[in-house]
């Protein structure tokens, strides 16, 4: 599986993004895919995820409300609408996914997903 994270740029506090995620080499539809991100000094950090199979989405606190993650199975790809953000949202977003779920537990684990996209860098100005 090959992911291809897309959309990130420069945008002021308040503003939205929506970031793509085209996967290669398998149906998103039978992966789980998340949302990771990582800001400077800090360490990844889960932001969303959409289960294998399972429709809900699940979100990091800091974002529930503002973040929407969702799947076009038609084009292969996860997207996540940001809303309302704010420049603790900064970091270099990434795609991530499993073949395996992941199970409930481990969902906000880094661990738990074996494929990785290169990343977008979002950028938000106060």
């Known amino acids: 599986v090959q992911l291809q994270a897309s959309g990130g740029g420069l945008v002021q506090a308040g503003g939205s993004l929506r970031l793509s995620c085209v996967a290669s080499g398998r149906s998103v539809s039978n992966l789980g895919m998340a949302w990771f991100r990582q800001a400077p000094g800090k360490e990844r950090e889960f932001v969303a995820a959409?289960?294998?199979?399972?429709?809900?989405?699940y979100y990091e606190d800091s974002v529930k409300g503002r973040f929407t993650i969702s799947r076009d199975n038609g084009k292969n790809t996860v997207y996540l609408q940001m809303n309302n953000l704010k420049p603790e949202d900064a970091a270099v977003y990434y795609c991530a996914a499993s073949a395996r779920g992941p199970i409930l537990s481990n969902l906000r684990n880094v661990g738990a997903y074996g494929y990785w996209g290169p990343g977008t860098q979002v950028t938000v100005s106060s």
């Open positions: 959409s289960r294998r199979y399972n429709s809900n989405p």
